[in-house]
């Protein structure tokens, strides 16, 4: 459930910024670089408590390469949405924080990348969010004055970290974490393969010169970055299709193809050597395991719960996902690995990773049609919206959700097959 005095706060902020007689000057954007790249800031924004934002840029020009660099650390999620459509760019940046942004009137959001030439933005529009990313529409945008410090054509160098491009020819996704690093930073590079292929070439370059990647398993590489500008290339070829071991996985049912797509990707094994147990119910820990494999295992240290010992098979899972808030526990110190997850559950989940990713998750489906919408649980109602919306959770009838519904291994293999191809990968 959100909280209370956030929605409030994020309300109460609105006002004052919609009433002149109630806020110190209208909100103000600084803009300050030069080159490539340039620090964005807000200020003017009086004392209320603000930590989620949406910033609609608008540029003369084409820029359809522009990228955001969030600023606020650990516990910040930023997304970038480009529009470049004939001479005219829409920049829509999403910022939520688990800190307060506002600090004395002023929030320092990043780094905005317009990846060639500069014009400063003709108009700025401003939407204070709760932390769901909810709020936003035109009735609730108000404008922002623009103010530049930045000299004619932003510079990378006026940042001491530097930008890293991704290149593929299709049929599997690279991401890399961070987008941008400071020289002698570790970079971790994932490739994961679309079903029926197979990374046949990874590099990454800086000024013509080959880096050094690190084989880290899982599809995982990482390197160190230079003091400039790496590109990341990938290749996937196609491969000889994966023979499943599982005796009963019968070729032709259901979910045979997603079975079959989620064990070639190291996501989902058996229960055992030939047995993938496709009835057996799905628990938390299991999930939020295959969450972790699809982020390439990366290093982490012990979780806060009460109930995730270390050195089980999902203690690593748990503590990663807790840390980069795609998963939350009970509230009472505890998470639940073995508890079995509830559709809801997988929705709140798959939402919190794909917001992780940089993926647009403002999608919202209608449940009206469903006659148990309101059995959903207040916590979950903008996930569940949002998988309906992309397809990831469908309704167990005509008429019926089933947001308590526990989700089977089969189910699980279709919803992260259709999660991993049409959600991570963008599509």
């Known amino acids: 459930m959100k909280k209370p005095f956030a929605i409030l706060s994020a309300l109460a902020l609105t006002l004052a910024l919609l009433c002149p007689a109630a806020a110190a000057g209208s909100p103000v954007l600084r803009i300050q670089g030069g080159g490539g790249s340039a620090q964005l800031t807000l200020q003017n ?4 408590e603000v930590n989620s934002v949406q910033l609609e840029l608008t540029l003369e020009g084409s820029y359809p390469q522009a990228s955001f660099s969030q600023g606020g650390g650990s516990g910040t999620y930023s997304h970038c949405k480009v529009d470049a459509s004939g001479s005219q760019t829409t920049i829509t940046l999403y910022i939520d924080s688990v800190k307060t942004l506002n600090q004395s009137g002023t929030a320092s959001l990043g780094t905005l990348t317009l990846g060639g030439g500069y014009t400063a933005p003709s108009s700025a529009q401003l939407t204070i969010l709760d932390h769901g990313l909810n709020g936003g529409g035109p009735a609730n945008s108000i404008p922002v004055q623009v ?7 932003w510079s990378d160098s006026s940042s001491s970290d530097y ?6 020819g299709g049929h599997g996704t690279i991401t890399v974490r961070p987008s941008r ?9 994932t490739a994961r393969p679309d079903s029926g292929f197979q990374l046949s070439a990874l590099t990454a370059a800086a000024g013509g010169r080959e880096l050094t990647l ?3 398993g899982d599809g995982s590489f990482t390197f160190t970055m230079p003091g400039s500008a790496v590109e ?4 996937f070829t196609a491969s000889a299709p994966v023979k499943l071991p599982f005796t009963d996985v019968e070729k032709g049912i259901w979910y045979y193809d997603a079975v079959q797509y989620v064990y070639e990707n190291g996501l989902m094994a058996g229960t055992s050597a030939d047995t993938f147990s496709p009835d057996l119910a799905t628990s938390r820990g299991m999930i939020v395991t295959i969450l972790y494999r699809l982020a390439g295992s990366p290093a982490v240290g012990a979780s806060n719960f009460t109930d995730v010992p270390a050195n089980q098979y999902y203690s690593a899972a748990v503590a990663w996902a807790a840390a980069n808030r795609v998963v939350s526990g009970y509230g009472d110190g505890r998470f639940g690995p073995n508890d079995p997850i509830t559709r809801e559950q997988m929705a709140l989940i798959l939402q919190g990773y794909a917001r992780l990713e940089g993926r647009d998750v403002s999608a919202r489906a209608d449940l009206s049609a469903y006659t148990d919408a309101g059995k959903v649980s207040d916590y979950a109602l903008e996930a569940i919206r949002w998988a309906r919306a992309v397809g990831l959770i469908n309704g167990t ?4 959700l089933t947001p308590g519904g526990t989700a089977t291994r089969a189910q699980a293999a279709v919803i992260f097959r259709g999660f991993c191809e049409n959600v991570v990968s963008g599509g």
């Open 147 to 153: 103010a530049s410090d930045s000299s004619p054509g």
């Open 214 to 216: 690190r084989d880290k």
């Open 45 to 48: 924004l009086g004392n209320q």
């Open 397 to 400: 009838s005509a008429t019926t």
């Open 232 to 235: 990341v290339r990938g290749i």
């Open 163 to 168: 930008p890293i491009r991704v290149t593929s």
């Open 181 to 189: 690093a400071e020289r002698g930073e570790t970079v971790t590079v």
